[in-house]
């Protein structure tokens, strides 16, 4: 350093060099004060001195004193840079309705977060159904909020895959990159190579194995188990994150998700809990009033409000979820909320979030550190019970006496009606295959943790059908009783005596519009 301070700076920083020589002096008062005062002091110095060697110029105190995990290099020459691979996303909301504003507003706001972030728009697939931002019930047409005051989202949205095309073929086929397999959209897929980080937000209903789709058949356990395998084998990433949404959701991985796929998966609840919507109607930090409807889910507004306000450069993805799971569980209460899990790779975890989803540059100066805390908890409304909050306020809401209170009374009471046949259907039925006393017992059993929902993955599915022809459809609210349904095939019964206790629980399929398979089965 003496060197480097001499031939740069001879004849410019002759205070600077008297300073030095004070300091070099072992015998000076500097010197013994630097002394005992100890290394940290002499690192400092020789800091300085070295940066200036390095750079020819004098430092500025913000260049040398900032948290090691953010002096890694220049903050904008990261923001896009690819050399280690290339970043794609895929987001899913998995619903349709303007009951599910929550859903499509969870996935809009992802997107503002990675363009933010600096991933390319041909690098993020959205599917959406893409029925909210201009649907005559919302208050602000063309406009989509995930925050009671937060700006619109939807602007800029991509539509790539949008109404019907919003299909489990084309979820699948577009995260295999295989574009021939895709029908309708823009045709975008994960065209990626060995080294890029692929990740996953998917937010929907989900129940036992299952998940939502706004058309038919939802999307099973075992089937994207098949395809992430598919995925691993061909080599076409580095790494990937899987973000999850859904009731029951942690029951998608649950003893499915084997380790050494190089994927790492966090999920809003446990494998047999709900999760949560949240910026409800009727509680603390409610929507703005024009609005009946909950703007987000709690477990999705909490890593993207988390992402939105750190350099994502210096956290990790273990350091989200733990912030995440501490919001989700309102502060490990567990009342209103529930247990965030992760699955796989947990190794994958120490990795920093920026390998994934970028950063926002107006972050650089906010690192993640231990105390930083997220809003401790707005009023959350279980997730098959928001809809029940929207059809009850509509119907509050309308003029008494007007066509508009007769509609939303009538949608309020076959919503109602559904729920109590299906539930009503699958109790009776698992009475009349256990008996009255071990019925009830055996459909709500809930396997050991680190145990599939099912042994056999094709039983569930034709035991869905087989109720679905019978009782009608199970729809969002009816996932719920995927369990009940994979304990009768645990059980080791056959479809032919489902379809004999379906006959006799259900006369008829319900002429309510929740019951119709118009839209086909459910599996």
Known sequence: PVGCWRKRYQGKLSSSRVLFRRFSDPK????????SRG??????????????CSHGRIPQWSDLLRLPSVVSGDFSDLRDDDSAGTRWAVLIAGSSGYWNYRHQADVCHAYQTMIKGGLKEENIIVFMYDDIAYNEENPRPGIIINHPQGQDVYAGVPKDYVGDDVTVENFFAVLLGNKTAVTGGSGKVVDSGPDDHIFVFYTDHGGPGVLGMPTYPYLYAD???????KKHASGTYKSLVFYLEACESGSIFEGLLPEGMNIYATTASNADESSWGTYCPGGTSSPPAEFDTCLGDLYSVSWMEDSDIHNLQTETLKQQYQLVKERTSNQHTYQLGSHV????????????LFSYIGTNPAN???PFVGSNSLLKHSTAVNQRDADLVYFWNKYQRTPAGSPKKFDAQKQLFDMMAHRMHVDGSMELIGKLLFGSEKGPEILKAVRPAGQPLVDDWG??????????THCGSLSQYGMKHMRSIANICNAGKKVETMAEVSAQACDRVPAGPWSSLHKGFSA
Do not use: I, N, Q, W
Not at 28 to 35: F, I, N, Q, V
Not at 342 to 352: F, I, P, W
Not at 459 to 468: D, N, P, Y
């Open 28 to 35: 000076s008062p500097e010197a013994r004060d630097m002394a």
């Open 39 to 52: 290394a940290p002091l002499l690192l400092l110095f020789a800091l300085l001195s070295l940066a200036v």
């Open 364 to 366: 650089e100066h906010f």
């Open 341 to 352: 899990m992760e699955y796989g790779d947990t190794g994958l975890s120490m990795e920093k």
């Open 223 to 229: 089937e994207l188990m098949d395809v992430l395998k």
């Open 459 to 468: 039983c569930l599915k034709s035991m869905v059908r087989t109720f679905e």
